[in-house]
């Protein structure tokens, strides 16, 4: 089944496409549909996603099989202590026979790149990919080399309290648009992924479900979702108050909102709908801006998290058509 006139999607086309992607993944990633959903959504709107759990639970197996339901080139790199930034981007070679420099690139030329275990490189190495991710572009000896398009880099990461893991620099954090935990499956979802595995890992039979020309134009068209001023302004709402909040310390940027923005659209695209809710933003408060928050050191004693911040932002901002936004313009 092929999607519409690329170059007119429908909200309806899009929707349609990215629950047959949904579908195809959780043929191995089992009870895990928010998890999945998220993921897809960073991709729909260009984003890249960082996956944090605890080893085992699934995240390399769900960036692959997002990758092979899209038909886009994938690379992986393993990220290790001793890998080096070069490592990554790529190196220039002298070639005797030609007598010039020739630039051997790096698995970071791909459309699709997993940083497996991003967390267990060096801030030295773990800093290469900061200028890919912000301007789809590496610069190796002076000599700047676009990346494809698409392109996507999907991390995980082990929780940094395991050994031999460094903390990601808060600069590469906030280029992340969305920050996802799976956790360990229900009793009866371990049983169905047994069963699935008895033989074969149900990864190598997973097809393919789109093209990257469609992906491409899905990530242009959730561009035009109506995001209606008042929902404009209560995303911006919502960031201000992280960075005004006694107990945090950094606030999410200004790139916070955007991501809520982005991801608030490819939200609204994946229920079929033309137009943003605030519902689609509080769905995506979580996932967009925990990750950008840094605790202030006497809340972090006590036990204070990001997510427990976000509850009570969510709870204090107006909602726009709520009860307290009406009473405001009275």
Same mark, same amino acid.
């Given at each position: 089944? =092929?999607?519409?006139?690329? $170059?007119?999607?429908?909200?309806?086309?899009?929707?349609?496409?990215?629950?047959?992607?949904?579908?195809?993944?959780?043929?191995? %990633?089992?009870?895990?549909?928010?998890?999945?959903?998220?993921?897809?959504?960073? &991709?729909?709107?260009?984003?890249?996603?960082? %996956? *944090?759990?605890?080893?085992?639970?699934?995240?390399?197996?769900?960036?692959?099989? /997002?990758?092979?339901? /899209?038909?886009?080139?994938?690379?992986?790199? =393993?990220?290790? !202590?001793?890998?080096?930034?070069? @490592?990554?981007?790529?190196?220039?070679?002298?070639?005797?026979? #030609?007598?010039?420099?020739?630039?051997?690139?790096?698995?970071?030329?791909?459309?699709?790149?997993?940083?497996?275990?991003?967390?267990?490189?060096? !801030?030295?190495?773990?800093?290469?990919?900061?200028?890919?991710?912000?301007?789809?572009?590496?610069?190796?000896?002076?000599? #700047?080399?676009?990346?494809?398009?698409?392109?996507?880099?999907?991390?995980?990461?082990?929780? %940094?309290?395991?050994?031999?893991?460094? !903390?990601?620099?808060?600069?590469?954090? @906030?280029?992340?648009?969305?920050? /996802?935990?799976?956790?360990?499956?229900?009793?009866?979802?371990?049983?169905?992924?047994?069963?699935?595995?008895?033989?074969?890992?149900?990864?190598?039979?997973?097809?393919?479900?789109?093209?990257?020309? *469609?992906?491409?134009?899905?990530?242009?068209? %959730?561009?035009?979702?109506?995001?209606? =001023?008042?929902?404009? *302004?209560?995303?911006?709402?919502?960031? #201000?108050? #992280?960075?005004?909040?006694? =107990?945090?310390?950094?606030?999410?940027?200004?790139?916070?909102?955007?991501?809520?923005?982005? +991801?608030?659209?490819?939200?609204?695209?994946?229920?079929?709908?033309?137009?943003?809710?605030?519902?689609?933003?509080?769905?995506?408060?979580?996932?967009?801006? $925990?990750?950008?928050?840094? /605790?202030? !050191?006497?809340?972090?004693?006590?036990? &204070?998290?990001?997510?427990?911040?976000?509850? *009570?932002?969510?709870?204090?901002?107006?909602?726009? +058509? +709520?009860?307290?936004?009406?009473? +405001?313009?009275?």
């Amino acid at each position: 089944m =092929q999607l519409e006139d690329r $170059s007119t999607l429908s909200v309806a086309a899009i929707s349609d496409a990215s629950q047959r992607v949904i579908a195809n993944v959780e043929k191995v %990633i089992v009870g895990k549909h928010e998890a999945v959903q998220l993921t897809l959504i960073a &991709v729909i709107c260009r984003g890249h996603v960082l %996956i *944090e759990d605890v080893p085992g639970v699934g995240k390399t197996v769900l960036t692959k099989a /997002i990758a092979r339901s /899209i038909g886009c080139t994938f690379k992986r790199i =393993q990220f290790t !202590p001793d890998l080096l930034p070069s @490592d990554v981007t790529g190196v220039s070679m002298f070639n005797q026979r #030609t007598g010039e420099f020739e630039f051997r690139a790096g698995p970071i030329m791909s459309q699709f790149v997993l940083a497996d275990e991003i967390n267990r490189a060096t !801030p030295k190495t773990q800093s290469a990919l900061l200028e890919a991710m912000e301007e789809v572009q590496i610069t190796v000896d002076g000599i #700047t080399h676009h990346l494809p398009d698409p392109f996507l880099v999907m991390a995980t990461q082990n929780p %940094i309290e395991y050994e031999g893991t460094f !903390p990601l620099p808060e600069a590469q954090l @906030d280029r992340f648009k969305l920050n /996802i935990s799976l956790g360990y499956p229900s009793p009866s979802d371990e049983v169905t992924r047994l069963d699935r595995q008895q033989r074969t890992h149900p990864i190598d039979a997973l097809g393919q479900i789109l093209s990257a020309d *469609e992906l491409t134009a899905m990530q242009r068209q %959730i561009r035009e979702i109506r995001v209606d =001023q008042e929902i404009r *302004e209560y995303i911006v709402a919502l960031v #201000t108050a #992280t960075r005004q909040h006694q =107990q945090v310390y950094l606030g999410a940027s200004p790139r916070g909102s955007l991501a809520l923005f982005r +991801g608030a659209q490819a939200f609204a695209a994946l229920r079929g709908r033309e137009y943003v809710t605030p519902d689609d933003v509080k769905s995506l408060v979580k996932p967009t801006l $925990s990750h950008r928050l840094i /605790i202030a !050191p006497a809340a972090r004693v006590r036990g &204070v998290t990001p997510s427990a911040v976000l509850d *009570e932002v969510l709870g204090l901002v107006p909602v726009p +058509g +709520g009860p307290s936004s009406l009473n +405001g313009r009275r």
